[in-house]
């Protein structure tokens, strides 16, 4: 729906699971022709090329490795890929290869900027912590407040964008052994705004409201799939969609599905 987000796109692909000890980068540069073969040699990792899109896999604990060799972490886990970028979906799409790849859950957004500046960083999802995704559609009017005790407590921020904070947040909790059910009531506790949440994790995959309701969603749920979308529309050429349970989430639900 490049209509309603024309500033940029992004899209995470929950997929072949990595093998036992080893956990995938999806890694970006913003310099031109990098040289990513010999990166993956220096630091063992095996790479997979989706267009301009660059997965290392490799063992666990690689990340400092790779920032100091000024390279991007898009994400990290044992199932996710993200791959985003400033521009409109067909373009960020084709770029990184999208129509040839399959998974068991995949999350996309498209943006329209408005707390913060037009960057691949500030783009959706957010991807903070081992295998979780999040994306949003709204503002959160405390998120500075929110940020400045995740950073007492030891997160590190990337970006100004509210929705890091949120996926920051549910991080955190889940880290410290809340399942992303929990994590979202401590969210809608912790966080004010008007917003539609949408987060995943290796298995599970969650929706939440504010409780004024004010940003659309409407979800599918069929024996084959849940699906979520802004507007039917998106919903509208699914398999089967005529024999799915198609409701509007009610404001200030969690709704969870599990793998």
């Not at 095996?46 to 400092?64: E, F, I, M, N, S």
């Not at 957010?126 to 959160?140: K, M, P, Q, W, Y």
Request: aromatic letters at 8%; one cysteine or more.
């Amino acid at each position: 729906m490049w209509d309603r987000g024309p500033d940029s796109t992004g899209v995470a692909i929950y997929g072949d699971i990595a093998n036992v000890g080893q956990v995938k980068y999806s890694c970006r540069t913003t310099e031109r022709d990098f040289d990513w073969n010999s990166l993956a040699k220096s630091v063992g990792a095996t790479l997979v090329r989706h267009g301009d899109g660059v997965v290392l896999v490799g063992a666990t604990g690689l990340k400092p490795q790779l920032v100091d060799r000024g390279i991007s972490i898009v994400s990290t886990g044992t199932a996710v890929e993200v791959f985003k970028e400033t521009g409109s979906p067909v373009s960020v799409l084709d770029r990184f290869e999208i129509k040839s790849r399959s998974g068991y859950q995949g999350v996309g957004h498209t943006r329209l900027a408005t707390e913060s500046a037009i960057t691949t960083e500030g783009s959706h999802p957010f991807a903070t912590h081992d295998d979780l995704c999040v994306v949003h559609n709204g503002s959160f009017s405390n998120y500075f407040s929110v940020k400045r005790d995740l950073e007492a407590l030891g997160e590190m921020f990337l970006t100004e964008n509210d929705t890091e904070v949120a996926a920051r947040l549910l991080g955190y909790e889940i880290s410290h052994g809340r399942d992303l059910g929990d994590a979202l009531k401590v969210l809608q506790k912790t966080l004010d705004g008007f917003y539609t949440l949408l987060c995943a994790t290796k298995d599970q995959f969650a929706i939440t409201r504010d409780p004024v309701g004010c940003k659309p969603a409407v979800v599918a749920v069929h024996d084959r799939y849940v699906a979520m979308a802004s507007e039917y529309r998106s919903l509208a050429e699914l398999p089967d969609i005529e024999k799915a349970k198609v409701f509007e989430p009610v404001p200030n639900e969690i709704y969870v599905w599990a793998r």
